[in-house]
């Protein structure tokens, strides 16, 4: 008998499953997962990713058997695993969740629909995200992005499975070995697993976002800028929803209807709330960008930067940067908890790019694959986008220079932070934690500690460096095409909101968002409040 073939692939769930839902009312389903070597290769894929889908499989596929039925883990590239399964017993159609990904997904897709038309099977996909395939006006994107936050959640009730398959039913069995380290192409010191990062799972996903909106969400406005308080104060749902485990309209209707549950009198929380909202709008915003122009992953936005920085790479600033050893120490110390955790907050995210653009003047994609392997919760849609914003070549943003000096004086004052990531800065005096290069020669011999060697030279002088990248940048601004073709890029990409879209706070949070039980009077708390993010 014919069956419906879901395909998971960013989507590793089974709650607001649209393609699940959908198929599991045509027919008996079968559900796959497929390890492609070819996607594993690509520069921007780290072993993290893998370990945190394959523990997310896991996660599906208990779930799916509660459920009376189970995800097959299959090895190979696609569509010849399509083939293959069609040899075996040929489906009725083909299901999955759009994907906006890397320019890799998007030909591997362009081949997996000439496959299905030879064979005439039909390909539905399922938008997952308030993103619009072949959006034709942006004017009518963020009416697209409300009516898909509203719709109902879709779940399937019991499964209709098509037929055990023995050997590849057992996911536990099939995963072992289903990627090899040797597929992965990053170099050999990228590709670790770090020791301090989330693990996936849906379990996992609800559990952070609970902790969230009934505890941690109070400090999220005033916390997400430290790198102190955001482990905490951030929602941490990123890897969750980039790898799917949780449906960014559960996410979405969850935390419209615990706001609506707060309140008036509870301004900051409700405050905390409006501003989170606001990002999981700027994470569909962004990977808009990508879907509506693919070539974002490579070349400039605005093509009046092309030949900015290309023709300048300095690879060994790069490994300066990678090995967390510019010397200044809010960089080095947020390159280090991102190698240990896979994550880090949005302000020192973009300070990590705004040195590599400016002081260190490299292009963007280098640091951007770099930084793609290092992010447990890489997106490509958000990733190419913000890399390219921070480092000025989208041409409709603010310039953003971020000082690693001040972001130091601001955000970590008494070096609580530095410290806990870089042993050597434990023995440096309060009053040289920002720039402990100055340090005279006979205290650093009293301190045991030597500036060249346990503390490196900055890699650049920071301030003559950013004064000349300013410059050329602002110089490349002037240009007349550069200014006319600023108005295209407006057209294409630029968001119809009033909210700013370079991760700050908006001056004043927006109240225009009122809901049914705005008058309820209580709180609620959870256990899973306590769930802590200790770094
Ligand atoms: C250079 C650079 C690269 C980035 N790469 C990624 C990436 O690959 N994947 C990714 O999810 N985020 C990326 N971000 C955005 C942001 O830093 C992370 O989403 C955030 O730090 C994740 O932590 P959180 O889930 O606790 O965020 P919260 O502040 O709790 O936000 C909730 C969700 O909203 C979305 N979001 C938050 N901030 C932004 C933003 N500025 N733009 C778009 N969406 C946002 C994310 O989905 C996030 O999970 C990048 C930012 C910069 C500056």
Redesign the pocket.
Known sequence: MAYELIWFKRDLRWHDHAPLARASRLGPVRCIYVVEPGLWRQPDAALQHFEFVRESLLALDAELRRHGGGVEVHHGEMPEVLERLWQEAPFARLHAHEETGNGWTYQRDLRVHAWCRAHGVTWHEYPQFGVVRRLSNRQLWQGAYEAHMALPQETPGRLHVWRATPGTGSIKAVPEGALRVADLRAPAHLRHNPPRRQTGGREAALATLRS?LHGRSLG?RGG?SSPLT?PDA?????????WGCIS?RE?VQQTREHLATLPEQATRHRASLL??LS??Y??C???QKLESEPAIEWRNMHRGYDGLRETEFHADRLQTLIQARTGWPMVDACVTMLRETG?????M??M??SVAAYPLWLHWRPV?EW??TQ?L????G??W???Q??SGTTGINATRVYNPIKQAQDHDPHGRFVRTWLPAMRRVPDEWLFEPWLMPQALQASLGLQVGSDIPWPVVDLKEATRVAKQRLYERRRHDEVRAGQQAVIERHASRKNWR???EIPSKPRRSVRHRSDQARHTQTDPSAQLGFDF
């Not at 919760?377 to 490509?380: I, L």
């Open positions: 969230f999220y997400m955001a951030c929602s941490r749902l990123s890897p969750h929803l980039a960014m996410v501003a989170f990002r999981l700027w994470h915003h962004f990977i994550w880090l907050n949005f302000r995210r973009a990590l790019v951007g930084l793609a992010f919760d890489y997106e490509p958000i990733h986008s913000q890399l914003m921070q879209m370079d991760g």
